[in-house]
């Protein structure tokens, strides 16, 4: 079992920034993919960004590229989401997500563990 705590949500103007974490605890393994997501009212879940066990891979979605970056930090199982140039499109409720093994993928039904989500809201 894995527990999934993410943090940083809030509320800003367009053009702000803001980072969110999310920190692992429990039997993560040591090879696993993590991942963000979004979902705003009446949408469905969109993946968001991915990033590989190591780190040295990542991918995005393309609404978020060049405006998002993802990280981690395997000493303390904790990855981020550095969010740029926010833009009122950007609102929704983001969660990380956990998906055992190295290939990372943005397909949420790939991913098998789930934090609670942090609220992120941008304003025009």
């Known amino acids: 079992q894995v527990q999934l705590v993410e943090s940083g949500g809030g509320s800003v103007q367009a053009g702000g920034s803001l980072r969110l974490s999310c920190a692992a605890s429990?039997?993560?393994?040591?090879?696993?993919?993590m991942g963000w997501f979004r979902q705003s009212p009446g949408k469905e879940r969109e993946g968001v960004a991915t990033?590989?066990?190591?780190?040295?891979?990542?991918s995005y979605a393309g609404s978020v590229k060049g405006r998002f970056t993802i990280s981690r930090d395997n000493a303390n199982n904790t990855i981020y989401l550095r969010m740029n140039s926010l833009e009122p499109d950007d609102t929704a409720t983001y969660y990380c997500?956990?998906?055992?093994?190295?290939?990372?993928?943005?397909?949420?039904?790939?991913?098998?563990?789930w934090g609670q989500g942090t609220q992120v809201t941008v304003s025009s």
């Open positions: 997500a956990y998906k055992p093994g190295p290939l990372c993928v943005l397909d949420r039904s790939r991913y098998i563990y």
């Open positions: 429990g039997g993560t393994g040591s090879s696993y993919c």
């Open positions: 990033i590989s066990p190591g780190g040295g891979s990542t």
